[in-house]
């Protein structure tokens, strides 16, 4: 009985630490591409399965799908935005089928892997600007960031 119950809290733990995009996803994308690399030059990376994750700016349902503008921001180990202001710019996620966009609403971070289509010219304020286009395949979305001062935990689950 001792042994599943350890079996078990093992396998919760090493849930906790997995990559939010599927292994399979994982596997198809180049490690060696940054993503300072794919914004410079994303006509290189066209057709490229690529992760990227940031915080949403705004959604947009229309007749072809759903377009999803993010800043971009680094991920981390479990391919989450970091909390930070570097970015390398913008890219819209595009999810051919519907996404609320109260759910999908600004200020939350996002990851997506998919493929790269190219470039989309859209309005930034006075100019156009060239966002990154991904065609989704996997989405994963976080909720909003809560900041407390400091926090203190006792156990593997417990915070307080």
């Known amino acids: 009985m001792k042994k599943i ?9 090493m849930n906790g630490c997995a990559h939010v995009v599927s292994q399979s996803m994982l596997e198809q994308v180049d490690k ?6 794919l914004f410079k030059t994303p006509e290189q990376y066209t057709d490229k399965t690529v992760i990227l994750g940031g915080t949403i700016i705004s959604a947009k349902n229309t007749d072809q799908g ?22 390398y710019g913008r890219f819209i996620i595009y999810h ?14 996002i990851t997506a892997a998919g493929t790269l289509l190219g470039t989309m010219l859209r309005p930034l304020g006075e100019i156009q600007y060239p966002y990154l286009l991904i ?7 976080f909720g909003l960031r809560t ?10 689950f417990s915070t307080f």
């Open 96 to 109: 051919q089928g519907y996404l609320d966009a109260a759910i999908y609403s600004t200020g939350k971070d």
């Open 147 to 156: 900041f407390l001062p400091i926090q203190f935990s006792i156990g593997i």
């Open 5 to 13: 119950h350890l079996l078990i809290i093992i396998f919760f733990i």
């Open 66 to 87: 759903a377009y999803v503008e993010v800043l971009q921001k680094p991920l981390d180990y479990r391919g989450r935005p970091q909390d930070t202001d570097i970015s």
């Open 135 to 141: 065609l989704a395949r996997e989405i994963h979305l």
């Open 32 to 37: 060696e591409l940054s993503p300072a690399a």
